[in-house]
Structure formats: structure tokens, C-alpha cells
């Protein structure tokens, strides 16, 4: 068997001839770099004229090649401000996004300073009051609704206890633990209030359609109610305080109508507690009982 032919550098003649040259313009260099420093060293003014004339050479190349590099740098310039566009359009949508939340905010921190103003200011001229707190939750199954406040039996709230906020009545306490006091909505479905229209004086009842609106009943005539008409409890039951606003008519049909609560349900945050207009006889005890 022949032995494998081996391959180096000579294998190729292309190869050979690059070396070559290589090595040619290698030693070209080197000895152009000697003459010249010789030339520097030993004669300067030839040395002047050798500059000389390469600098005016160069120029008309370097002319030529300045528009392409400023043109590079320009080009280089504009992706990088371009690039920095980008990010900066992102930071900005960050910063007005973060600007909308602190709007937003800002406008419920307001609200809810303006709600507490007025509450403290009914609260301060109404001593009667009994509780004040957060409505920190709603129930709505069906036809009913309820609320819960966050205020209990500790508090002094009892069942049976008108609620309201500034704007009007939101409904009565119907069941209460320690901390917390369940409402049954104006709205509810088995909800009815005495009231009195404000335009006449003419008597009304108002049931809970169990869909955020009240229907609203005349006692005293086919055409009692007119569209806009304000109602306010009557104060007959004993269980809400006379003169305390509650609705306004939306729509009418004959004797009935249809009401929108004032105190807006949906927009409930605190409510205050009020005792009873008239407290409940006391319970009499069971026949045949004496008492020592």
C-alpha cells in the first residue's frame, strides 16, 4: 500500500504563491520602515518632502472617505437616538400609566373626603346618632338586597335601626353580631317605607323592586306623582325619622311610579346608624307569671 501523500502548505500552488508575496511585501515593508527611519535620522529636509508628499497623496482620498464616515456616523447616530426614542417611549407610557393610577386615585381619596366631610357634619348636628362605620359588603340573591356594616351590637347597633348616609336612606339593620350589623337594602324585594311627598304632602308607600329602583304607591289620588317629585319619610311606624329623603320619581303611570333612591346603593362607603324614631313597647310577660 502507497504510503498517504502528505499534505502541507506546497500541496497547493495557489497557496505557495500567497506565502511568497506575503513574505515579499513583508520585507517590502520592513525595508521601506528602515529607509525611512534612516532617512528621518540623517536627513530630515528629504524626510519634510517624503510627508509632503504623502500628505498630499492621502488628502483627496481622505476627502473622498470623509461624507462616507461622517455619513457612517450620522447613520450611527440616528439608530442610536433611535433606540433611545424607543425606550424612551416605553418609560413615558410607564409614566403616564402610572399617572393615570394616581389620577384615579387621587379622585377616589377625594371623594371619599368630601363623603366623610358631609357624614361628619351630619353626625355633628344630629347627637342621636348611634354608629358610624364602613359598608364593607353587599348581598344580592334573587330579589334581595343587603348589605353589610361593618359596626355590631358593640357598637350599640341594634336590629331594627334606621341607616342612612348624607344623601338620604339607605335602609334598616336587620340582623347584627358583635362587630358587624347585616342592612336590608331600600331596594330589597321585601323592603316597604312610609313615605310623603314633599310637592303636596300627599302620603306614599315605596317597595323594593329588587333592582336598584323603588316602585313608589299614591295613597291619595290617581295623578299624585309627577316626574322629579322628591320623597321623604312620613315618620308613621315609628321606625324612620319623619323628613328624611329618600327617592326621587323617574317615571310615573297613574297612582304608581317608579323611584330612584338617592343614597345609590352601588356607591355606598359609610353609613350611620340612628336609633329608632319610636323605641317598641316592652314585651309583657307570658300570663300566670308573677313576679317576686
Request: net charge positive; charged share 20%.
Amino acid at each position: 500500500m502507497a504510503p498517504p501523500r502528505h499534505r502541507d502548505r506546497g500541496f497547493s500552488r495557489r497557496i505557495q504563491y500567497g506565502l511568497f508575496f506575503g513574505y515579499v511585501a513583508a520585507t517590502a515593508g520592513i525595508v521601506a520602515g528602515l529607509a525611512l527611519l534612516l532617512i528621518a535620522r540623517f536627513n530630515p529636509v528629504t524626510f519634510d518632502g517624503i510627508r509632503g508628499l504623502a500628505l498630499d497623496l492621502t488628502t483627496p482620498i481622505a476627502s473622498a472617505a470623509r461624507p462616507i464616515v461622517r455619513g457612517a456616523d450620522s447613520l450611527g447616530q440616528e439608530i442610536r437616538d433611535y433606540l433611545n426614542a424607543g425606550a424612551q417611549n416605553s418609560a413615558l407610557r410607564d409614566q403616564l400609566v402610572q399617572a393615570r393610577r394616581d389620577l384615579i386615585r387621587a379622585r377616589v381619596l377625594a371623594a371619599q373626603n368630601a363623603q366623610l366631610k358631609r357624614i361628619v357634619k351630619l353626625v355633628e348636628s344630629d347627637p342621636t346618632v348611634v354608629a358610624t362605620a364602613r359598608i364593607v359588603g353587599s348581598d344580592l340573591v334573587g330579589s334581595r338586597r343587603f348589605a353589610t356594616l361593618a359596626a355590631g351590637s358593640a357598637d350599640g347597633v341594634q336590629r331594627g335601626q334606621p341607616v342612612r348616609t348624607p344623601d338620604g336612606l339607605v335602609g334598616r339593620i336587620a340582623e347584627t353580631g358583635r362587630h358587624a350589623a347585616r342592612i336590608v337594602l331600600l331596594t330589597d324585594g321585601g323592603s316597604t317605607v312610609p313615605l310623603r311627598i314633599v310637592r303636596t304632602g300627599e302620603p306614599a308607600l315605596a317597595d323594593g323592586r329588587g333592582d336598584g329602583t323603588l316602585e313608589l304607591r299614591a295613597t291619595g289620588g290617581v295623578h299624585a306623582f309627577q316626574r322629579g317629585d322628591l320623597l321623604v319619610t312620613s315618620g308613621v311606624g315609628g321606625v324612620y325619622p319623619p323628613d328624611m329623603p329618600v327617592a326621587v320619581v323617574v317615571t310615573t303611570s297613574g297612582e304608581i311610579a317608579t323611584g330612584r333612591p338617592l343614597a345609590n346603593p352601588a356607591k355606598l362607603d359609610f353609613a350611620i346608624v340612628l336609633p329608632e324614631a319610636m323605641a317598641p313597647p316592652p314585651v309583657a310577660p307570658p300570663a300566670g307569671r308573677t313576679h317576686r
